[in-house]
DNA sequence: GTCTATATTCCGATAGAC
DNA sequence: GTCTATCGGAATATAGAC
């Protein structure tokens, strides 16, 4: 809020470059080359290089977080809310390689903190939406389960995106969004919006 | 099994710490150290870092998918071999932090020849299994998408499992396999496994 | 095959001028 | 707020004795 050009500058570079590389393999430097100060002006805005990956993750996800809770807020029927935001984090995760790749780095290297944090800022309110949408008539653990394999789903495929042209059989639009998308809202009602039981 | 070589001593010790830190954070010095040699003498059995961390995930996927290879080649009814798999698939990555993590490591961070390497060596064979599998009656593109979709239900569940007791209704228990397991299984026999037409 | 010793580069971080 | 200059340490890697 205070002086946005510069520490915006830095925020965003920082995420874009520990997106790609990770924490260890990012430095001051690189960043501070980047941006176009030198290092010593990062230890102006920010504590140190803890502090600023830390900042510049919470910079994004707060900034990608804002449209699915505004998604959610809209007037639709319940399924087709399911349907929308399904959508949106197939596309945000197709679509923007940086918040993907912070996403995946936090649930493979975050400690307990870190992890906290993104459940709170991020997945906790789609969780509680999809939660409500699948499975209604089954068990609170039911639901549960459901849930995490709506959101596997979607960020499995984002995540085996690149594999996929090594496969037997795969080709690089078996990950667009648009295929994605209508595959697995397909196969999620056929999955877990049915009144089956599951066990 | 003989006296490991310090040759394997180092590939095993290099891998776990890959695991755990990434690439650019574990040091030759804290291989060497946790081996109990000196740094130079990994020098003597490895061109350098990259070519020690290649080496070692070479050797951690060679390992762990020569059973599922054996485990393809059992006599089963083709519908009981998906969920033998399943099984195989949900517990190795549930009970093995390392292979999971190099696996996930690798999705995320390798270039095109690991990603090549990655599909040839681990994927590709389980890949054809689930494929005959997953929507006999399918188009082409419909096989390799459930398929997909299958394994990124069980890489989906594993990925986020640390993330489930931050989550509101989550407990850690949603993640152990016997639950996990079960939940996918009934799961994709529904979305899967019936005869509906996707789309 | 394993060691000691070291070269060289890069790292995060700080002091202080402007 | 941004800079120049630099410190102390740790990184990969090599040379050469045993």
Do not use: C, W
């Not at 941006?35 to 910079?59: C, M, Q, S, W």
């Not at 505004?70 to 029927?77: R, T, V």
């Not at 903190?113 to 993104?118: D, E, H, K, P, V």
């Not at 667009?176 to 919006?193: E, K, M, N, Q």
Request: hydrophobic share 45%; charged share 25%.
């Amino acid at each position: 809020m205070d002086t946005p050009t510069t520490r915006v500058s830095i925020l965003e570079v920082s995420a874009e470059l520990y997106a790609d590389l990770g924490y260890s393999a990012v430095s001051m430097r690189d960043i501070a080359k980047k941006v176009g100060v030198t290092p010593a002006n990062l230890y102006h805005h920010f504590k140190g290089k803890d502090d600023l990956i830390r900042e510049a993750l919470a910079h994004v996800f707060a900034e990608k977080t804002a449209p699915i809770a505004a998604l959610l807020n809209e007037k639709h029927d319940e399924a087709e809310r399911l349907g929308i935001f399904i959508a949106y984090f197939v596309k945000l995760l197709a679509e923007d390689r940086v918040f993907f790749r912070l996403l995946v780095r936090e649930l493979v290297d975050g400690d307990e903190n870190r992890l906290g944090y993104l459940a709170r800022s991020v997945l906790e309110r789609p969780f509680r939406l999809i939660s409500s949408l699948a499975g209604p008539g089954q068990s609170e653990d039911q639901q549960f389960l459901a849930t995490v394999s709506i959101v596997s789903l979607v960020l499995g495929h984002a995540l085996l995106a690149p594999l996929l042209p090594h496969l037997p059989g795969g080709r690089p639009d078996h990950s667009d969004a648009s295929v994605v998308i209508g595959h697995v809202t397909a196969a999620l009602s056929r999955a877990f919006h049915s009144n089956g039981n599951d066990k």
